[in-house]
């Protein structure tokens, strides 16, 4: 047949229509996403670590992952965001809510929230250290992450800095035989 689609010429203004042009990534562009990946794996990271993002201490990743948190609202708003469907479904695969809570939680909620944790993660430090006799032998994992993370807030609380640890807590560690 003369007239198969193999035989005809290319055409510059109806191909350029029908065929999705690649397009150019920019620098900007290129070291938003590098730093997107950087995040996103430090957030990993944390996950392996602590096991539990509301642990997440302020800083740069805990206010990156509210910048995401607002994306995710943007994109399902309809609004012009850079978050993907796809780095939904990273979040997700590795266990973390990208979506808001439906209720926000008061001030009295999450501090009680946080009370909560840190006594949950101050019995197993109890346990652990009836069990074996010391915190020196802790496995790596979220409750020696746990512990560092203490001791750093103590050296804060000492040198005048924002912390919360306070000398109720400082005690109940000094009861275990931690300084």
Not at 53 to 59: K, R, V, W
Not at 65 to 80: F, P, S, V
Not at 87 to 115: D, H
Request: aromatic letters at 8%; glycine letters at 4%.
């Amino acid at each position: 047949d003369e007239n198969s689609a193999s035989d005809e010429k290319p055409n510059k203004k109806t191909d350029s229509v029908n065929t999705p042009k690649k397009k150019k990534v920019t620098k900007r562009e290129e070291q938003l996403k590098q730093n997107w990946e950087r995040r996103y794996t430090e957030l990993k990271q944390f996950k392996e670590e602590h096991g539990n993002q509301a642990m997440l201490p302020d800083g740069a990743l805990r206010n990156w992952l509210n910048h995401q948190k607002c994306d995710y609202q943007r994109m399902i708003a309809g609004e012009t965001s850079r978050m993907t469907p796809l780095k939904v479904r990273r979040f997700t695969a590795v266990g973390f809510q990208i979506e808001k809570t439906k209720k926000r939680l008061t001030v009295e909620e999450r501090k009680e929230q946080i009370k909560q944790n840190w006594e949950c993660k101050y019995d197993e430090l109890k346990q652990f250290k009836e069990k074996h006799g010391n915190q020196t032998m802790l496995p790596d994992g979220a409750l020696r992450s746990w512990l560092s993370y203490q001791k750093l807030d103590y050296r804060n609380m000492i040198a005048g800095k924002r912390s919360q640890m306070t000398l109720l807590k400082v005690q109940r560690f000094a009861a275990l035989g931690i300084r």
